[in-house]
């Protein structure tokens, strides 16, 4: 079984993170109040896409990059308060070692960053196979981020699933052809997973677990 995870949202939580440092950047660089609600509900889709958005007319070609910058500068000094793993996670990693399961993280960070998130919360086992958005060409909800995760891992196993928190991830599981779990302690509601192509929803770790060792 080859598992592919989103990172935010689904095994950590940085969402305060991820809050703090765009709040702090487009407050400092333009003045604009970005409220959390809308950064919660963006969180899986790359900064580059949604910066854009937030900045309303304001950030372009020109400046992005400075804008991530000062980002990502803001995120590092306040991710080590204000990131935590999602509780009962740990049962998640104990029931991949006992599938045997082949496991990948895909997410919208800098590959780097989300070592360093998954360590910084002793997640390591987690770490072994991580795509990040400077490795592949097109962001979720396009399959090309699980499918450079399918190639990193090796042979396509008889069954695949992503797992993820946000409506992006269950769109990237459906075009790559691969079954998708939802899990709702993360951004999004069962219902925008359900429509957005979950097969199956997990309310918690230890229901995600159950659902794992059954499809094994």
Partial sequence: MNLYFDLDGTLIDSSLAAIKA????FQTLFGLQIDKSAI???????????FVDFGK???????????????????????????????????IADTIEQISAACAIV???????????LKSVNLHFFSKVIVGSDKVTSYKPDPDP???????????????????????????????????????WGSHSADRLTNAGADKIAEAPRMLAEMLREIE
């Fill in 57 to 91: 007319g304001r950030v372009n070609a020109e400046n992005l990059q400075d804008v991530i910058a000062t980002f990502r500068s803001t995120y590092a000094n306040v991710a080590p308060d204000s990131i935590r793993s999602v509780p009962g996670i740990e049962e």
């Fill in 40 to 50: 919660i509900d963006r969180m899986g889709i790359p900064i580059e896409v949604t």
């Fill in 146 to 184: 699980l499918i450079v995760a399918r190639h990193e891992l090796g042979a396509r196993k008889s069954a695949e699933i992503m797992i993820g928190d946000a409506d992006v991830d269950m769109q990237m599981g459906k075009a790559a052809g691969v079954k998708t779990i939802g899990v709702t």
């Fill in 107 to 117: 997410t919208s960070k800098k590959t780097i960053v989300a070592e360093r998130d």
């Fill in 22 to 25: 765009t709040q702090h950047t």
